[in-house]
């Protein structure tokens, strides 16, 4: 078997001073919280999988969508390997909701201040890069 890199997508959905987290379920990385998300299909912009995924996680639309970050994630104990692309949007409409309660068991606002404390793998090499600050000051504009 041959082994991939996949491309991952997190979005940052901004409103209010917050930010929209998930308590995945599932096999990759389940009970650990991360932004809505999910993997970049073929042909698509990182602004088009960004804007899909987390109207399919949430139900909420977003606006704004850009590029906030890249990290390049290995889960050993998984035999996974990922990239990835961390997106900035604020939110536009829409009330969010568990819509795939299969991969999701709980949605919460936080600030970086109130992170959860068990975080999905990517988040330790965000936290960890140079792009942390400038993701924290787009979400004081």
């Given amino acids: 078997m041959q082994n991939n890199v996949r491309v991952g997508v997190g979005v940052f959905v901004f409103k209010d001073g917050k930010f929209i987290m998930q308590q995945r379920q599932g096999a990759h990385g389940a009970g650990t ?3 809505p998300g999910g993997h970049l299909e ?3 912009s990182f602004e088009e999988t960004a804007r899909r995924e987390v109207k399919e996680e949430t139900d909420l639309a977003i ?5 906030g970050a890249v990290t390049n ?10 990239v990835t692309v961390w997106m900035i949007s604020e939110w536009e409409s829409g009330t ?6 299969n991969k999701c068991i709980a949605q919460e606002w936080h600030t970086f201040d109130d992170l959860p404390s ?11 890069s140079e792009f942390i600050e400038k993701i ?3 979400l004081a504009v």
């Fill in 136 to 138: 924290k000051q787009q």
């Fill in 63 to 67: 606006t704004n969508v850009r590029f």
């Fill in 42 to 44: 073929f042909g698509e």
């Fill in 33 to 35: 919280w991360s932004l």
């Fill in 96 to 101: 969010e909701y568990i819509t795939e309660p």
């Fill in 73 to 82: 994630d290995n889960f050993v104990d998984e035999d996974k390997h990922y």
């Fill in 118 to 128: 068990n975080l999905f793998l990517p988040w330790n090499q965000l936290l960890d």
